[in-house]
């Protein structure tokens, strides 16, 4: 099946500082979701993606669905420590199903953030 | 207010048990899912339903079952078939046709006594 590949699996970064991860595919995707998840919680949406090279901003928050339409990037901007929880993107291929659509998960992006 | 919610929040299971988790939204979606996660995995889909009184099998239905008798409610039923079902179960609902976004409850963490 498909998988979506994302990196880096974790990250340790000082308050302040701007984060990067990505996601990349084997098969294209119509769509890249990012979510944003805390201990014991469900995953939260941050940001949805749904034509290739659109570039969207929530906050200090900016994603893109790539070119190729393989790929997608998050940044987080002058992160603070409310920013700590795992990021998972999630990508939605072409084949058409009616009424429900079926997700791929990455495997998430831990952040941590010292004070 | 308007949202997924998922009962309970932990839930203990006995060796040989069935057990059921609820999970209900009032978002009016069509599409209802359920997803496994485990530690420091993304998440695997069980279920998904389109729409009422109609489910499918996603990528690890073994030992689990579903109904959609309502069109708010999805239960998710554990069934003792199932032998490794300690992990955190998730909800999703998705407004239906041509919408991919899916929102998620709050979850379930489930645990073998």
């Known amino acids: 099946g498909q998988q979506l590949n994302q990196s880096p699996q974790s990250m340790f970064i000082q308050e302040g500082e701007d984060v990067s991860m990505n996601c990349t595919s084997s098969s294209i995707f119509n769509t890249w979701l990012w979510y944003k998840q805390d201990p014991g919680e469900g995953p939260v949406l941050l940001i949805a993606l749904y034509k290739a090279g659109e570039l969207t901003s929530n906050g200090r928050l900016t994603a893109q669905f790539g070119i190729t339409r393989k790929d997608s990037f998050l940044n987080i901007s002058a992160s603070i420590p409310s920013d700590v929880g795992i990021y998972f993107c999630?990508?939605?291929?072409?084949?058409?199903?009616?009424?429900?659509?079926?997700?791929?998960f990455g495997q998430g992006t831990r952040l941590t953030i010292n004070p | 207010d308007g949202g997924i919610t998922q009962s309970p929040k932990y839930l203990f299971r006995k060796e040989g048990q069935n057990v059921t988790l609820s999970c209900e939204q009032n978002?009016?979606?069509?599409?209802m899912y359920w997803y496994r996660q485990d530690p420091g995995q993304g998440l695997r889909l069980i279920y998904y339903s389109q729409i009422v009184n109609d489910f499918q099998k996603g990528d690890i239905a073994e030992g689990y079952s579903v109904s959609r008798e309502k069109k708010e409610s999805f239960p998710l039923t554990v069934t003792s078939a199932q032998k490794n079902p300690t992990a955190f179960y998730l909800c999703a609902s998705s407004p239906g046709t041509g919408a991919s976004t899916q929102y998620f409850g709050p979850g379930t963490r489930l645990l073998v006594l």
């Open positions: 978002l009016n979606h069509d599409a």
């Open positions: 999630a990508g939605q291929g072409p084949e058409r199903i009616q009424g429900a659509q079926k997700l791929v």
